[in-house]
């Protein structure tokens, strides 16, 4: 048995109303002022190349008889804090100043 009826049952919008009034509204996004994600990608491999190569080449004797997997484990261990905790942020640094410079001598123009 139907215990509700059409004529009670409010309209669908007044329904929504409300929750339409409560979706907040978005400001633009502000335009992308770092460096593209292909500048980052090449400026993340600068780091990570010599890091792996000297960690590889450091590690060799040590690690010789150990699988493969193991010392890749223990190469990331150390490689990845060093990139991103010491070499990167200079390289970044180092790339932003060379882009204000750059930007400098055109604007100087």
């Known amino acids: 048995m139907n215990t509700t009826s059409n004529a009670t049952a409010a309209p669908a919008s007044t329904v929504l109303?409300?929750?339409e009034a409560a979706v907040p509204?978005?400001?633009?996004?502000?335009?992308?002022?770092?460096?593209?994600i292909h500048v980052r990608a090449v400026i993340t491999w600068l780091a990570i190349f010599p890091?792996?190569?000297?960690g590889m080449m450091a590690a060799a004797p040590l690690t010789e008889g150990w699988h493969?997997?193991?010392r890749?484990?223990?190469l990331t261990?150390?490689?990845?804090?060093?990139?991103v905790?010491?070499?990167?942020?200079?390289l970044f640094a180092g790339y932003g100043t060379m882009m204000r410079r750059r930007n400098s001598r055109e604007t100087a123009r």
């Open 51 to 54: 890091l792996v190569a000297v």
């Open 68 to 70: 493969p997997v193991l």
């Open 17 to 19: 109303a409300p929750i």
């Open 77 to 83: 261990l150390i490689v990845v804090p060093v990139a």
């Open 25 to 36: 509204v978005h400001a633009p996004v502000p335009p992308v002022t770092g460096p593209s």
């Open 85 to 90: 905790y010491l070499v990167l942020p200079r």
């Open 72 to 74: 890749a484990l223990v």
